[in-house]
């Protein structure tokens, strides 16, 4: 809402106004989700990384989730050499083989550019919020002016009768 050089100012009726906030708020909504996803995918990667880290070298035996719920879990056994055989998820269904050491720094590359568009939908996000809120304070103020002006006018005829 600010000017920029060079922009001339300009009346902005009620209506544009109006328009404008249900558009940010729809969009807030729309970066909200988006965030809610990539914040969720964040996670579940560190989670990963921490896991595959930490998990003992020779054969173990764990525990392994069915779904992301947690509601079932079966044990399995992991054998000898594991770290040399992590299946690592490239994308669009791409997997590679790798050792412990390539997929955690592949995992490594892809938590960063979550990170990354994590932050941008932030920083997106509280854009966003600000215009919207400075939006609100206008239209409220507006509306006060309304009110008043019909108290006013309301009050004054009431008197003169």
């Known amino acids: 809402m600010s000017k920029k050089p060079g922009e001339e100012g ?5 209506e ?4 404008r ?14 965030l809610n996803t990539y914040l969720t995918q964040y996670a579940e990667l560190q989670l990963v990384l921490d896991t595959l880290r930490n998990l003992p070298q020779g054969e173990t035996q764990i525990y392994v989730l069915l779904n992301r719920l947690g509601s079932a879990m079966v044990p399995a056994v ?3 050499g594991w770290d040399r055989n992590v ?7 791409y997997y590679a083989k790798a050792s412990r ?7 490594e590359k892809r938590l960063q550019a979550v990170k990354r568009i994590v932050d941008k ?3 997106d996000y509280k ?14 103020q507006v509306f006060a002016q309304l009110q008043s002006r019909q108290a006013g006018s309301t009050g004054g005829e009431s008197g003169s009768r």
């Open 10 to 14: 300009r009346a902005v009726t009620l």
């Open 16 to 19: 544009e106004l109006v328009a």
């Open 21 to 34: 906030a249900e558009e940010l708020k729809e969009y807030a909504g729309a970066l909200q989700s988006a």
């Open 78 to 80: 992991v054998k000898d």
């Open 87 to 93: 299946i690592v998820n490239l994308g669009l269904n």
């Open 101 to 107: 050491e390539q997929g955690v720094s592949l995992l």
């Open 121 to 123: 939908l932030q920083r």
């Open 127 to 140: 854009s966003v919020v600000e215009e919207y809120s400075y939006i609100q304070q206008i239209l409220s």
